[in-house]
Nanobody, 122 residues
Framework: QVQLVQSGGGLVQPGGSLRLSCAAS????????MGWYRQAPGQLRDMVAR???????DYAASVKGRFTISRDDADNTWYLQMTSLKPEDTNVYYC????????????????WGQGTQVTVSS
């Protein structure tokens, strides 16, 4: 069984910083994409940042220059460093990975973390 476990988040004042972490565990064969999404109530889940392993790093236009995605391949962990936070960044943030498992190395599937609330407010 594969799990994505998130940590971080919480309440921060405008202009502040937060860091989110996501750790993937289980019978992982390969990780192809690791990223972060956010979702407001009643809205679609939108991509915030992602790393395509061996390829590009992409950011949503609204966070470019303020957020940084990074990874630690040694333990399948990735991070979202968020700076200069704005009230409109308030959302539930989900980590995401496209991975294949040892049991089925040729099959790529989408996996999600449990979600964590980020609230930017004075």
């Amino acid at each position: 069984q594969v799990q994505l476990v998130q940590s971080g988040g919480g309440l921060v004042q405008p202009g502040g910083s937060l860091r989110l972490s996501c750790a993937a565990s289980g019978s992982i064969s390969s990780v192809y994409v690791m990223g972060w999404y956010r979702q407001a109530p009643g809205q679609l889940r939108d991509m915030v940042a992602r790393i395509i392993v061996g390829g590009s790093t992409d950011y949503a236009a609204s966070v470019k220059g303020r957020f940084t995605i990074s990874r630690d391949d040694a333990d399948n962990t990735w991070y979202l460093q968020m700076t200069s936070l704005k009230p409109e960044d308030t959302n539930v943030y989900y980590c995401n990975a496209v991975m294949s498992l040892v049991e089925a190395p040729g099959t790529r599937r989408n996996y999600w973390g449990q979600g964590t609330q980020v609230t930017v407010s004075s």
